[in-house]
T-cell receptor
Framework: GAVVSQHPSWVICKSGTSVKIECRSLDFQATTMFWYRQFPKQSLMLMATSNEGSKATYEQGVEKDKFLINHASLTLSTLTVTSAHPEDSSFYIC?????????????FGPGTRLTVT | GNSVTQMEGPVTLSEEAFLTINCTYTATGYPSLFWYVQYPGEGLQLLLKATKADDKGSNKGFEATYRKETTSFHLEKGSVQVSDSAVYFCALRGLTGGGNKLTFGTGTQLKVEL
């Protein structure tokens, strides 16, 4: 199988605080993971590509200092939303690329609903 | 840049009805095309894919044909079931900007009723 989990599944935080979201590949190793953001009735927007052991690659328009990504092991990437504000409220989804395949197929986590009050 | 346009939902059908969800794309070169499905409370799952023109992807009774001349990848199923109720995303993986990046459509919610 190829299962990706996210924790927490939902979180509510106060404006100005930081929130960490974890993405884990449970039964495979992933050098590359991806973080997406999804607004209601809109498509998934790629925020950044997370590379194990190196810095993440951010998409244009995504603030690096606000969305901190750490990919410290082959099974874990974390996204920290720093100094969160209500406009950061969204659905955050991660995916992981299975290393032993050359097909670039991504396996997705169930998502994390962030609400900033 | 790359983009994917798919029909807005929700699409509501009776069980055993025929399903079509339209998807068109804009991309340079020859992208790979995908349909993902998201069941309630779960992550996106790859439903089917096609990597070159005229390829037909199929899985679980769903089919989609890569039509380069119309830049389309419409999803079809001959007889839907209640268990097919989910959100369906069309996506492409282009050749520019790295081979890993997926561009998604907005998703189409399908509701199948008895």
């Amino acid at each position: 199988g190829a299962v990706v989990s996210q924790h927490p599944s939902w979180v509510i935080c106060k404006s100005g605080t930081s929130v960490k979201i974890e993405c884990r590949s449970l039964d495979f190793q992933a050098t590359t993971m991806f973080w997406y953001r999804q607004f209601p009735k809109q498509s998934l927007m790629l925020m950044a590509t997370s590379n194990e052991g190196s810095k993440a690659t951010y998409e244009q328009g995504v603030e690096k200092d606000k969305f901190l990504i750490n990919h410290a092991s082959l099974t874990l990437s974390t996204l920290t939303v720093t100094s969160a504000h209500p406009e950061d409220s969204s659905f955050y989804i991660c995916s992981a690329r299975k290393e032993e395949t050359a097909s670039y197929e991504q396996y997705f986590g169930p998502g994390t609903r962030l609400t900033v009050t | 840049g790359n983009s994917v346009t798919q029909m807005e939902g929700p699409v509501t059908l009776s069980e055993e009805a025929f399903l079509t969800i339209n998807c068109t794309y804009t991309a340079t070169g020859y992208p790979s095309l995908f349909w993902y499905v998201q069941y309630p409370g779960e992550g996106l799952q790859l439903l089917l894919k096609a990597t070159k023109a005229d390829d037909k992807g199929s899985n679980k009774g769903f089919e989609a044909t890569y039509r380069k001349e119309t830049t389309s990848f419409h999803l079809e199923k001959g007889s839907v079931q209640v268990s097919d109720s989910a959100v369906y995303f069309c996506a492409l993986r282009g050749l520019t900007g790295g081979g890993n990046k997926l561009t998604f459509g907005t998703g189409t919610q399908l509701k199948v009723e008895l």
